[in-house]
T-cell receptor, first 112, second 112 residues
Framework: KAGVTQTPRYLIKTRGQQVTLSCSPI?????VSWYQQTPGQGLQFLFE???????NKGNFPGRFSGRQFSNSRSEMNVSTLELGDSALYLC???????????FGPGTRLTVT | GQQLNQSPQSMFIQEGEDVSMNCTSS?????WLWYKQDPGEGPVLLIA?????ELTSNGRLTAQFGITRKDSFLNISASIPSDVGIYFC????????????FGQGTELSVKP
């Protein structure tokens, strides 16, 4: 069974631009959670989508948004990028509502 | 953002030694998960714990869900060089869906 895939793996953007990251969960998994990982703040929860609905949201500004499609693939968007948005963005796939989360390799975003 | 208290922050040990790390929280969790992350990769799930007092093993790894539901520990026996990496604990509260709260990580170095 294929694991969680994320594209792109690396991205360089300029302040003020926007970016869209993509995540394909494990086949059959209906829930996707997104996390931001930085050296200073560690792993922080962004939001979770289950059956195309946002079910939970972390403490991030409205510039961070996401969505989930009917095939469970998910995208997250960050608008008006700031230098502090430079991070590894990880998505995790869950079979059902709760429990074991399986992470993708992440997208390394650098904002210059 | 919210984080669990994970200790120690780093460990430098000799190959063959046993390792112990733990996480504590001010909140009760229903699930504890332990992950290992290698540089440039996403976290890999090692052990999942679902019940207070539960003791679960995965090869040389053993983890326990504390009876207060506010702590967990991970032991690695007879460490080998490939155990090098950063280990994270993660907790999931009641009715939190796919939201995990992570510890700061324990960086493990193993000297051959």
């Amino acid at each position: 069974k294929a694991g969680v895939t994320q594209t792109p793996r690396y991205l360089i953007k300029t302040r003020g631009q926007q970016v869209t990251l993509s995540c394909s969960p494990i086949s059959g998994h209906r829930s996707v959670s997104w996390y931001q990982q930085t050296p200073g703040q560690g792993l922080q929860f962004l939001f979770e989508y289950f059956s195309e609905t946002q079910r939970n949201k972390g403490n991030f500004p409205g510039r961070f948004s996401g969505r989930q499609f009917s095939n469970s693939r998910s995208e997250m968007n960050v608008s008006t990028l700031e230098l502090g948005d430079s991070a590894l963005y990880l998505c995790a796939s869950v079979a059902g509502g709760e429990g074991e989360q399986y992470f993708g390799p992440g997208t390394r975003l650098t904002v210059t | 953002g919210q984080q669990l208290n994970q200790s120690p922050q780093s460990m430098f040990i000799q190959e063959g030694e046993d390792v112990s790390m733990n996480c504590t929280s001010s909140s009760i969790f229903n699930t504890w998960l332990w992950y290992k992350q290698d540089p440039g990769e996403g976290p890999v799930l090692l052990i999942a714990l679902y019940k207070a007092g539960e003791l679960t093993s995965n090869g040389r790894l053993t983890a326990q869900f504390g009876i207060t539901r506010k702590d967990s520990f991970l032991n690695i026996s007879a460490s080998i060089p490939s155990d090098v990496g950063i280990y994270f604990c993660a907790g999931q509260g009641n009715n939190q869906g796919g939201k995990l709260i992570f510890g700061q990580g324990t960086e493990l170095s193993v000297k051959p």
